[in-house]
């Protein structure tokens, strides 16, 4: 059964830094990972998706990384702002791309 | 942008009654979703439908659930007889094809589900 891991539960770093969550599964054969972004009483943004057979995507500050073989994947932040403010989640899909099995997510507070 | 809307975004109910939870996925989208998540604890996959059938479901969607697509445009979520620990926020989400490179899952803002 497909299990996923965040690291840390929560963090909180001053306006400006650079920012590494963690997200590990102990299923390897999986169909694609996903970041989403939740906003207190809010649904879930979709932030970046990796096929399995890519290593990376990019979308403006935020990089993700996945090592297949390793289970990992790393979402990094760049220049983090009070506006990333929010909960991330990694989530995978294991044998079908239908099913995403979530982790417990990293809460992330940007200080001024 | 479009987006998936869920309503309501809150419903309160007792133990025992009927509930239906409505979404409007995006329309051209073709896959659709419902997850919940406990206060607390991690979003759970509950079923997914596609060509108005359930392509997957886990073993927590049991008789007690059901899902219909009653016309082109609503998704609906009926759990039959509620109990206390079905109180969670519920996620519709849809998506345009299986979570290809391009076909990442939208998420609707969620009903939360109260029972009393």
Redesign the interface.
């Known amino acids: 059964k497909q299990e996923v891991t965040q690291i840390p539960a929560a963090l909180s770093v001053p306006e400006g830094e650079n920012l590494v969550l963690n997200c590990s599964f102990t299923d390897s054969a999986i169909y694609n990972l996903q970041w989403f972004r939740q906003d207190p009483g809010k649904g879930l943004t979709s932030l970046l998706l990796i096929q399995s057979s890519q290593r990376e995507q990019t979308s403006g500050r935020l990089n993700a990384s996945l090592d297949k073989s390793s289970g990992r994947s790393t979402l990094y932040i760049a220049a983090s702002q009070p506006g990333d403010s929010a909960t991330y989640l990694c989530a995978v899909a294991t044998g079908t791309a239908s099913k995403l099995t979530f982790g417990t997510g990293t809460r992330l507070q940007v200080t001024l | 942008e479009p987006e ?1 809307t ?1 309503t309501p975004s809150h419903q309160v109910t007792q133990m025992g009654q009927e509930v239906i939870l409505r979404c409007v996925p995006i329309s051209n989208h073709l ?1 659709f ?1 419902w ?1 919940r998540q406990i206060l607390g ?5 509950l079923v ?1 439908f ?1 060509n108005n059938e359930i ?2 479901k ?1 073993e927590i969607f049991d008789d007690q659930f059901s899902v219909e697509r009653p016309d082109g445009s609503n998704f609906t979520l009926k759990i039959r007889s509620t109990k206390l620990e079905d109180s969670a926020m519920y ?1 519709c ?1 849809s998506s345009r094809s ?4 391009n076909s ?7 009903t939360r589900l109260t029972v009393t």
Do not use: R, T
Not at chain 2, 98 to 101: A, K, N, R, V
């Open positions: 998936v869920q896959y979703y997850y604890q991690k979003v759970e996959f997914s596609y392509s997957e886990s996620f989400a299986l979570s290809s490179y990442p899952l939208h998420f609707g803002n969620g």
